[in-house]
C-alpha cells in the first residue's frame, strides 16, 4: 500500500517562492508516488481574520496556483479544509489533550506574540492541535513542508502518540517533515532578514503570479552592502541570502560563477541581481502562464473543489467513526 501525505498552505495571499519550493515543487513529484491529500488551510487563516471577499479570493487563488504549478486532481486530491468538517471534529479532540505548556513553547506562537501582540488568540495558541488534526485525518506519514514546519510536525506526532497511550491503541502512525532534497528548505526574503514570507511584506516576496517587470524591480530592490571588504570572507545575512536565492533558481555554473566572483572581490551586485532575476522569470513564467488561464475557467475550479471535497470526506469520515468508537462516543 502506498503511504500517505498530506499538506495544505493558508489562503493568506498569493503563493510565493517559499511555498513553492519549500512545499509545492515537492507536492507535484509526490502525486505520483504516494496517496497524496493536498489542501487549502482556510480554517488556519481564520486567526488574522480576513474580510468574507478576502479569504473568498484567496482560496481561489491558491486552487488555481496549486493547479498551475502541476497539482493534477486526477492523480491525488485537492480540497479545500472547510469543506471537510471532520477536521474541526478531530481538532475539539486533540485539543483535550494539548497543554497550554506545549502549545506556548512553540516557536511560531512566539514569533505571533511578538509580531501581533493585539490578536493572540486560541486559534493561534491551538494552532499545532489543528495541524496535528488535518495530518492525522488520514493517517499521513510523510508532510511536505519547509524548515519553517518542523517543531509542528513533533508536536503532531507527541499529539498522535498521546491519542494512542490514551486509547491504548496504534492508532495514529507518526508523521515526518518531507523534502526531495537533502534537507527541509528555507528561501530567504529579499528584505536582507529572514525568510520569504506575506507577512513580511510585498517587497519581501516574489510571488508566483509576478510579471517579469515586477520580479526584475522587486530583486534589483532587494537589500545589498557596499561589497566584500575581504577576499574569500564570510557572506553577511543579507548577501547570503541572495546567494541561497540564487542557488534554488540558477544552475550550479551561474551559482559557482557569482561565488567565484564575490571570493575575489569583483562582485558586481547590479549584473548579479540581474542575473538572478532573470533566472527567477525563468523558474515563474510557465507557471503565471497558466495561472491567467486557469483563474477563468470558473467551471473547472468548481468541479475540482468538488469532487476533492467528496475524497476528502471518505477518508476523514472512516477515521471520524473510530475515533469516536474510540472514545467512547457509541450506542448503549
Ligand atoms: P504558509 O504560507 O505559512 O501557510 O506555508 C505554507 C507552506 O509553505 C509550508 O509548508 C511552509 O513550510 C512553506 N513555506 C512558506 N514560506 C516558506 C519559505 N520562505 N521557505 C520554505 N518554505 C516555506
Redesign the pocket.
Known sequence: MKETVV???????K??????????SNFVKMQHEYNCYFFI?DL??LTTHPTPQDLNGYVKHVLVEYLACGIDPEACTIYIQSDVPEVAELYLYLNMNAYLGELERSTSFKDKIRSHPDNVNAGLLTYPSLMAADILLHHATK???????EQHLEMTRTFGNRFNRLYNKEYFPEAYAFSYSDK??????LDGK?????SEGDGNCIYLADSPEIIRKKVSRAVTDGGPTAENQTKPEAIQNLFDLMSIVSSPDTLAHYNDLYNKMAIRYGDFKKQLAEDMIIANNPIRERIEDIANDTDYLRKVAHTGAEKARESAQKTIKEVRELIGFKPF
Do not use: C, E, W
Open positions: 499538506s495544505g498552505i493558508r489562503p493568506t495571499g503563493l510565493h517562492l517559499g511555498n513553492y519550493f519549500g512545499a509545492v488551510a488556519h487563516s508532510v511536505p513542508v519547509g524548515k519553517d514546519q527541509l528548505v528555507k528561501v530567504p526574503g529572514g525568510k520569504m514570507g506575506k
